[in-house]
């Protein structure tokens, strides 16, 4: 690995101020847990001439509004936010989001803002000697290739699928990152947080190479809602999401859906919001019936490759399983 400068400020002015404006594989990076990016510059896929640690800035705080909203600090790390004793009674979709990923030792060296801002697993994007759209090359090689893990939704010309299981439940559950730079504080929904290739193919946010996001504020759910959050992976032990559905559901008195959110993970180069499968639900009482249709609804858009239809049936069968749970 390249050698690189440790930079440890302790202001998050002086941590902004060591980052670069510009993106350039050799400029200047943040480093949370270290758990990607570490890896990244091992395959020399990313060449930091230095790392700018988030570890003094004090981001590491979980709060609790007192109308059950959280705003949860950058750094905390995912063991943390698993652990965290109003998780499972205010928000069980993200704790199982959270339990869900690597293992022990991942969960509690990884943090929730660099769970957000990893990169792209795509195994052609992994290869320290193969070039890519993502890397600056002219070919994404998933394409007419190896993709059994890519994107089934909003792919092109990068195919990659988005990793990270917690912003697919963050999404779903409205939430918002702070992010700061040079020009001060800015708030983003989680909704515009991500980029498609077709956006952009050297990032996958709109973070610009010298801003940190800080914190994430997950506002207090609609009276009565539930929500659940259901992964399917290739390895039992740990793995990231072949698929993955995050949904959330209000009922009324007489048990018909009165709101839905549904979000998808693993299948798209962001959290995949399907609106037309809340829709699917909405106005119908939770039965086989509502959850087959929201189903469909969910992958009707669908743009498999050669090898990921196998992602189609799998939303299907998670969405109805999801929902057969919350009912
Ligand atoms: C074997 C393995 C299995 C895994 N399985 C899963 C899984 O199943 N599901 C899942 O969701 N994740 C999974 N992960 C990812 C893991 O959850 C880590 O969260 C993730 O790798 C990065 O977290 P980190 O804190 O170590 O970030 P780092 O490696 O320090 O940073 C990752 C990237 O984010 C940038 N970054 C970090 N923090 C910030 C910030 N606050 N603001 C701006 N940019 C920032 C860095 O510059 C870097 O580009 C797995 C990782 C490994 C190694």
């Given at each position: 690995m390249k050698d690189f400068d440790l930079k440890l400020p302790d202001s998050l002015d002086a941590a902004v101020g060591e980052l670069p404006s510009e993106y350039s594989r050799d400029g200047?990076?943040?480093?949370?847990?270290?758990?990607?990016?570490?890896?990244?510059?091992?395959?020399?896929?990313?060449?930091?001439?230095?790392?700018?640690?988030?570890?003094?800035?004090?981001?590491?705080?979980?709060?609790?509004?007192?109308?059950g909203g959280v705003t949860i600090g950058a750094t905390v790390?995912?063991?943390?936010?698993?652990?965290?004793?109003?998780?499972?009674?205010?928000?069980?979709?993200?704790?199982?989001?959270?339990?869900?990923?690597?293992?022990?030792?991942?969960?509690?060296?990884?943090?929730?803002?660099?769970?957000?801002?990893?990169?792209?697993?795509?195994?052609?994007?992994?290869?320290?000697?193969?070039?890519?759209?993502?890397k600056g090359g002219s070919v994404c090689l998933a394409e007419f290739g190896f993709?059994?893990?890519?994107?089934?939704?909003?792919?092109?010309?990068?195919?990659?699928?988005?990793?990270?299981?917690?912003?697919?439940?963050?999404?779903?559950?409205?939430?918002?990152?702070?992010?700061?730079?040079?020009?001060?504080?800015?708030?983003?929904?989680?909704?515009?947080?991500?980029?498609?290739?077709?956006?952009?193919?050297?990032?996958?946010?709109?973070?610009?190479?010298?801003?940190?996001?800080?914190?994430?504020h997950i506002p207090a759910q609609p009276p009565g809602a539930r929500s659940s959050y259901l992964k399917f992976k290739e390895r039992a032990s740990y793995d990231f999401a072949l698929a993955a559905v995050a949904v959330s559901v209000t009922r009324g008195d007489d048990g018909v859906v009165t709101e839905a959110r549904v979000v998808l993970g693993g299948v798209a180069p962001k959290p995949w919001e399907v609106p037309a499968a809340a829709r699917a639900l909405v106005g119908e009482p939770m039965g086989p019936q509502a959850w087959t249709a929201a189903g469909e609804?969910?992958?009707?858009?669908a743009d498999p490759l050669e090898h990921n239809g196998y992602k189609i049936h799998l939303v299907k069968g998670l969405l109805f399983r999801a929902l057969e749970a919350l009912a």
């Open positions: 200047a990076q943040v480093l949370a847990g270290g758990q990607d990016i570490v890896t990244v510059m091992k395959d020399a896929i990313e060449r930091p001439a230095a790392l700018v640690s988030l570890q003094r800035l004090g981001l590491d705080a979980i709060e609790w509004d007192g109308d790390t995912i063991q943390a936010l698993a652990e965290d004793p109003n998780m499972e009674f205010s928000l069980p979709a993200l704790r199982e989001a959270a339990r869900s990923i690597g293992s022990p030792q991942i969960r509690s060296q990884g943090t929730v803002g660099g769970n957000l801002n990893q990169r792209p697993r795509c195994p052609y994007y992994r290869h320290p000697s193969v070039s890519c759209f993502k993709n059994k893990y890519a994107a089934i939704f909003g792919g092109g010309p990068s195919y990659y699928s988005h990793p990270s299981d917690l912003a697919t439940v963050l999404l779903m559950l409205g939430a918002t990152v702070s992010i700061t730079g040079p020009a001060g504080e800015r708030r983003v929904p989680l909704s515009e947080l991500y980029l498609l290739p077709e956006d952009a193919l050297d990032t996958e946010t709109v973070l610009s190479p010298d801003e940190i996001l800080t914190s994430v609804a969910a992958v009707a858009d």
